[in-house]
């Protein structure tokens, strides 16, 4: 596509439901990362997919967070059991390779109450 | 590991005043710097970059940044500022050898005429 799209824009959910965050890079790029802001910070790194392997998780909270490519295209990050702390705007990129330019989509911003 | 500090959080400025958003970051080796921006309702865009060549880069909305090794600055600059310049700006950093941004916090430029 023309550029990184994620879905759903907004996603309010109970805290201790799953919520399932998805990533659409653009097209032909192999490298993905996901990202987490807080309010009034930047973006955080979360993880980062070369193709379809998991290169990098090292930023993911913890045990309750999860992510895969598993075509090496469409991403998926997983929170599980969510609590009120996850409460933040999700951001997924994409690059043409590992050093280059990362290019952002629109974000998920997720509320859990 | 790299930091950046945004030493501005909030910088209010007229119509065709002049802005600088100023960026400082830390590093140990060798960088790649990026000012991404977001405008009210849309996504981390990529405004420029800076690679390696001339440390003057520059955008096609007129802002321009510097790199400043001695200073480790990437300073943000517009002689003449618009309304549709108000966003949230933020800086971003990596190694050379590495795919992970670090952010500054961000800087919100609000125009006013």
């Known amino acids: 596509g023309a550029g990184v799209s994620q879905s759903p824009r907004y996603k309010v959910t109970k805290r201790g439901q799953d919520v399932a965050l998805r990533c659409d890079p653009i097209?032909?790029?192999?490298?993905l990362y996901w990202y987490r802001q807080a309010l009034g910070q930047g973006p955080e790194f979360l993880t980062y997919f070369n193709y379809e392997a998991q290169q990098d998780k090292s930023g993911l909270p913890n045990d309750r967070f999860s992510a895969e490519r598993p075509e090496g295209s469409i991403s998926t990050l997983t929170i599980q059991r969510t609590e009120q702390r996850d409460s933040a705007m999700y951001r997924c990129?994409?690059?043409?390779?590992?050093?280059?330019?990362?290019?952002f989509g629109d974000g998920t911003r997720l509320s859990i109450l | 590991a790299q930091s950046v500090t945004q030493l501005d959080s909030q910088v209010p400025v007229f119509e065709e005043a002049p802005v600088e958003l100023r960026c400082n970051y830390s590093s140990s080796v060798s960088v790649y710097l990026f000012w991404y921006v977001q405008y009210p309702n849309q996504g981390l865009q990529l405004l420029l970059k800076?690679?390696?060549?001339?440390?003057l880069v520059k955008s096609i909305n007129g802002f321009e940044a510097e790199f400043n090794k001695s200073q480790t600055s990437f300073h943000l600059r517009k002689p003449s500022v618009h309304i549709s310049d108000t966003a949230e700006y933020f800086c971003?950093?990596?190694?050379?050898?590495?795919?992970?941004?670090?952010f500054g916090a961000g800087t919100t430029v609000t125009v006013r005429a």
């Open positions: 990129a994409s690059s043409s390779g590992r050093g280059q330019p990362q290019h």
């Open positions: 097209s032909g790029h192999v490298s």
């Open positions: 971003a950093v990596k190694s050379a050898n590495d795919y992970k941004l670090s």
């Open positions: 800076y690679l390696s060549g001339s440390t």
